[in-house]
C-alpha cells in the first residue's frame, strides 16, 4: 500500500461516536467507504459526506454465532478495515481469521481501560504505569489488543489498535467532573450550588474529543508500515483533575467553583448505585496517558484540549434542549 494512495475502507459500527467523525474524514481523503452497521441509528454528524458512503446493513451478534460474519466483511474486498464495535477476544479473533490474506490493515477500536489503577503517570504503552484491568471490559480490550500485536508479529494481518481515552462530542452527554453521566452535576455547578465530590478532588480522568479519535484512525490508516503491530493511547494532550474540571465547568456559567470533598461512603448515600459505581470506575483508575508514541510514529496531533471537548457536548445538549441549564458565557 503506497502512502497517500486511494483505498476502499470498510468501516464496521461506522454510525456511532467516532464512526460520525472518521467515515466523512475518510470521504473528504477520497476513499471508497463503506459502513458496516445494524442501520438502526442515524450517524450523530449529519453532514453530505454520508451521501457518497455505502451502508451495508449487518446484525453482528446473530452472523456471528452463524459464523458469517467475517467472511460477510471479507467479501467486501477491502483494503483496510476498521473495527469500532468489537468486545471480545472471540470476535476479534474471528475477524482476523477470515481477514487474513484478504485485507491489508485490520484497525481495532480499544479504551484506556485495558489499563487498570496508575503506577506511573503518565501511562505509556508497553510499559509498566498501571495495574491489571479492573473488569471484564477493560480484561476484554487487554486481551485482544495482545492477540492482534501477536498476529502481526508473526507475520499474518497487520493489524493496529487504537485505544481512546472518555470521548467526548457534540450529540451525548460527557462524563462530568464525578465521573459520571449523571445530568444533576452539571444543574448543581450551573447554579452554584456547591457539588459534593467523593475522594480528594485531585483524581484524573483523561478525555478526547471524537473527532481527534477518528484523526488517529485516519492517520494510522496513512501511516500503515509505522502503526502496523503498534497499540496507541488516543487522547486529549492534558487530563483533567476533578478539581480543575469544577473549577472550569462552574466560570463556563459565571460561577465560583464550590466543591465539597466526602467519603465515598457518603457520596454514595446521595446518589444511584449507578452513578456511584460510574464515578468510582473513573476516578479509582487516576489516569492521565502519554500520546507520545501515537504523535512519534503516525503523527497524531489532537486539535481539543479536554474542557474544550467537554463545552462543545454541553453546548450541543443546552442548544438541543437536552440539557435545562442556564447558557454558556460567550
Not at 458512503?53 to 483496510?80: I, K
Not at 477470515?98 to 485490520?106: A, G, V
Not at 465539597?260 to 468510582?280: K, N
Request: net charge negative; aromatic share 6%.
Amino acid at each position: 500500500m503506497k502512502i497517500g494512495a486511494l483505498m476502499k475502507i470498510v468501516v464496521i459500527g461506522g454510525s456511532g461516536h467516532i464512526g460520525s467523525f472518521l467515515v466523512p474524514r475518510l470521504v473528504r481523503a477520497g476513499h471508497e467507504v463503506i459502513n458496516v452497521s445494524r442501520g438502526s441509528s442515524p450517524p450523530y454528524a449529519d453532514v453530505p459526506e454520508w451521501q457518497q458512503v455505502r451502508q451495508v446493513t449487518a446484525d453482528r451478534d446473530h452472523e456471528e454465532r452463524e459464523g458469517s460474519f467475517g467472511d460477510r466483511v471479507a467479501a467486501l474486498g477491502a483494503d483496510v478495515v476498521v473495527d469500532l464495535i468489537c468486545f471480545t477476544l472471540e470476535s476479534a479473533t474471528a475477524l482476523v481469521e477470515s481477514l487474513r490474506n484478504q485485507t491489508e490493515h485490520l484497525l481495532h477500536c480499544g479504551s484506556i481501560w485495558r489499563h487498570g489503577v496508575s503506577l506511573k503517570l503518565p501511562i505509556a504503552e508497553g510499559t509498566e504505569s498501571a495495574a491489571e484491568p479492573l473488569d471484564q471490559y477493560g480484561i476484554r480490550k487487554r486481551d485482544i489488543a495482545g492477540m492482534l500485536k501477536e498476529e502481526t508479529a508473526a507475520g499474518g494481518l497487520a493489524t493496529t489498535s487504537i485505544h481512546p481515552g472518555h470521548i467526548v462530542g457534540p450529540g451525548w452527554l460527557p462524563i462530568g467532573p464525578l465521573g459520571n453521566l449523571d445530568p444533576g452535576v452539571w444543574h448543581t455547578i450551573a447554579s452554584g450550588q456547591p457539588l459534593q465530590v467523593p475522594g480528594s478532588g485531585t483524581e484524573l480522568m483523561h478525555h478526547v474529543h471524537a473527532d481527534d479519535v477518528a484523526q488517529a484512525f485516519e492517520k494510522a490508516i496513512l501511516h500503515r508500515d509505522a502503526a502496523a503491530g503498534e497499540d496507541f493511547n488516543i487522547v486529549a494532550p492534558t487530563a483533567l483533575t476533578v478539581r480543575g474540571y469544577v473549577s472550569i465547568a462552574s466560570s463556563w456559567f459565571g460561577q465560583e467553583p464550590r466543591m465539597e470533598t466526602v467519603s465515598w461512603e457518603e457520596f454514595r448515600r446521595t446518589t444511584t448505585p449507578e452513578f456511584a459505581d460510574s464515578s468510582w470506575a473513573h476516578l479509582s483508575r487516576n489516569h492521565c496517558m502519554s500520546i507520545h508514541k501515537a504523535a512519534s510514529l503516525i503523527g497524531y496531533a489532537p486539535g481539543y484540549e479536554p474542557e474544550q471537548a467537554v463545552r462543545e457536548s454541553v453546548q450541543w445538549l443546552i442548544d438541543n434542549k437536552q440539557l435545562t441549564v442556564p447558557s454558556l458565557l460567550a
